[in-house]
């Protein structure tokens, strides 16, 4: 194995094991929350519990395609002390500047379909209440800081929430 090769696996192992430890963080948080449920007295269809598997799949699908970009042409992972080397604004950065947090409200929102917990569909506001502000407050800045113009191009071209329907 060459010194190149073994430096990506590392990258790839660093990345795998910081995207675990913040999706079981998540998910301890969704567990303890769960225990709300009956002071909110708000029933959450069953019949939305499809719907609830499609989310979590697809954004499941769409943070995993993120770490992917990250770990092989950023040179990083999605670990803010440990961000990608290279600027990325390809595969789902092309459509939206924050997919991998839209694909992990999308399987926030999908748990709390899937188990009936508004408990967690409130989790899940707020976890975008909370990526809202580490991305107005120290994400962007940081990225100006680091990547400068071609940030700031790739800012004005692509919007940070809501998808474009033909990429940039």
């Not at 269809?45 to 992917?68: D, Q």
């Amino acid at each position: 194995m060459t010194q190149a090769n073994l430096k990506q696996a590392f990258v790839a192992l660093r990345g795998g094991i910081f995207s675990s430890a913040f999706v079981l963080l998540w998910l301890w948080v969704a567990l303890i929350v769960r225990r709300f449920d009956p002071a909110l007295n708000v029933t959450i269809p069953r019949w939305l519990w499809p719907l609830g598997l499609v989310l979590a799949v697809l954004g499941g699908l769409l943070a995993a395609s993120c770490i992917t970009v990250f770990i092989t042409r950023g040179r990083g992972t999605p670990a803010p002390f440990d961000p990608p080397r290279t600027f990325v604004a390809t595969g789902p950065y092309r459509y939206v500047r924050n997919p991998m947090y839209l694909g992990a409200i999308g399987v926030l929102l999908g748990a709390a379909l899937m188990a009936g917990s508004a408990s967690i569909a409130l989790l899940t506001i707020g976890f975008w209440g909370l990526m809202e502000c580490f991305v107005l407050f120290h994400e962007e800045p940081a990225l100006e800081e680091r990547f400068g113009e071609t940030y700031l191009e790739y800012k004005s071209q692509v919007r940070r929430w809501v998808p474009r329907l033909h990429p940039a």
